[in-house]
């Protein structure tokens, strides 16, 4: 058993939205008055899309984003397991005993009002609180947080990156909606343009906002710049495969497998198909020109 006391919060955290946010101030505030270390305690993968491939939900974020977002929000420890069909089989009360308590010496818990664990997410805050008041274990289960009138949740915020609503969707993470990678080789139609863009694919799984030209700053180098991002699959050039493609204003070096943030502001416009090459270049200089108004 882990000697240490732990006050752990639960939870997936898809997006570390200001909800999850939350419930970690209340972690840490708790614990500090009881003396305890606090933890994140989450999953690699979605619950749901191993136990159900079928109906997979694709993530805000990738794990290793998650992971980090979460380690700068002041914990002492972020666990993240990795999710199986072992785990999803425990019940309620062995999730909570072997795991929780046995294995992290659970001294205190934060949960949202929805949490669910257990097989079948058939344990709820009730049984949860259940199960701590017989070991003397204090739950703090969360009210919803709403924004504008809506429930802030990572199902809200997915539904509002699909519809390219940017700006509710940062207000809702409590940051700017992020992408990252390494720049991969394109086709090279942005340098024969003149307008060379730095092009990162998203790993397998992980949401892609709506298609359209957004508004963006682009960190690479330790340095930010000013930077206009296209999604989508490129219908001038009849292409099928969703891209990310950053023109980088100001930058003229070839990134190509360098390390890039993509922090997103607005939608300027939807993604379009021209006629030609030549209505492309005037619309992207055009677009440059508005993101310069932008800032």
């Given amino acids: ?3 240490t006391g732990w006050g752990i919060v639960l939870g997936y955290f898809d997006g570390v939205h200001i909800g999850h946010r939350r419930l970690i101030e209340e972690l840490c505030r708790q614990s500090s008055k009881m003396g305890l270390k606090t933890m994140v305690y989450t999953f690699d993968r979605h619950p749901q899309n191993v136990i159900r491939p079928d109906l997979y939900i694709p993530l805000i974020y990738s794990p290793e984003e998650k992971y980090k977002i979460l380690c700068g929000l002041g914990v002492d420890r ?3 397991t990795a999710f199986h069909r072992g785990i999803s089989q425990m019940t309620p009360r062995q999730f909570f005993e072997d795991i ?3 294995g992290y010496n659970m001294k205190y818990g934060v949960v949202g009002f929805n949490y669910r664990f257990g097989r079948g997410g058939r344990g709820n805050v009730r049984l949860l609180n259940e199960f701590a008041a017989e070991k003397g274990i204090r739950i703090d289960v969360l009210k919803p947080v709403k924004l504008e009138g809506h429930l802030v949740s990572s199902s809200y915020i997915r539904r509002l990156l699909r519809e390219g609503d940017i700006k509710r969707a940062n207000g809702c993470l409590g940051r700017n909606y992020t992408v990252s990678g390494r720049v991969i080789k394109g ?6 343009m003149g307008i060379p863009t730095a092009n990162i694919r998203l790993p397998e799984g ?3 906002p709506a298609m359209g030209v957004y508004a963006t700053n682009t960190y690479t180098g330790g340095k930010r710049y000013k930077s206009i991002t296209n999604v989508g699959v490129n ?3 009849n292409n099928d495969r969703t891209s990310i493609e950053t023109y980088i204003c100001g930058l003229k070096k070839d990134l190509y497998d360098s390390y890039i943030e993509v922090e997103f502001f607005e939608r300027i416009r939807e993604e379009k198909k021209f006629a030609c090459k030549e209505e492309l270049i005037k619309q992207i200089e055009l677009d440059i020109k508005n993101l310069e108004d932008y800032f």
Avoid at 187 to 192: E, L, P, S, T, V
């Fill in 206 to 208: 992980i949401l892609y």
């Fill in 1 to 3: 058993m882990n000697s």
């Fill in 235 to 237: 219908p001038t050039f």
């Fill in 100 to 102: 929780l308590v046995k």
């Fill in 187 to 192: 086709k090279g139609r942005g340098n024969g």
């Fill in 78 to 80: 972020v666990e993240m």
